[in-house]
């Protein structure tokens, strides 16, 4: 079993900055991938940003140059620095990871973290 737990999410005013944490534990022998999605009131999930085991990165148009990911590959956590927060940013944020579990499983598996709430006062 794959657990991801989520944290730093909260309530912020516009322009200001918050950090999420994600952080995978459980039988895993490789983490392909880590990223962040999220969902606002009657929208469908997006995806945020997401970070592969090779460094490369992807962000969605509407968080570029404000948002930032990392990725800890020895503590299996996954960071989302959020800046210049706006109005518009206000959804929960998931945390999403494709995982090989062991190492006679070759297929990866994708698991989702609870979720935080992310809301931006304007």
């Known amino acids: 079993q794959v657990q991801l737990v989520e944290s730093g999410g909260g309530l912020v005013e516009a322009g200001g900055s918050l950090r999420l944490s994600c952080a995978a534990s459980?039988?895993?022998?490789?983490?392909?991938?880590m990223g962040w999605y999220r969902q606002a009131p009657g929208k469908q999930r997006e995806l945020v940003a997401s970070?592969?085991?090779?460094?490369?990165?992807n962000y969605s148009d509407s968080v570029k140059a404000r948002f930032i990911i990392s990725r800890d590959n020895a503590k299996n956590t996954v960071y989302l620095q959020m800046n210049s927060l706006k109005p518009e940013d206000t959804a929960v944020y998931y945390c999403?990871?494709?995982?090989?579990?062991?190492?006679?499983?070759?297929?990866?598996?994708?698991?989702w973290g609870q979720g935080t709430q992310v809301t931006v006062s304007s």
């Open positions: 459980g039988t895993i022998f490789d983490i392909n991938a």
């Open positions: 970070i592969r085991s090779d460094g490369s990165i």
């Open positions: 999403n990871a494709k995982i090989r579990p062991t190492a006679m499983r070759l297929g990866l598996y994708t698991y």
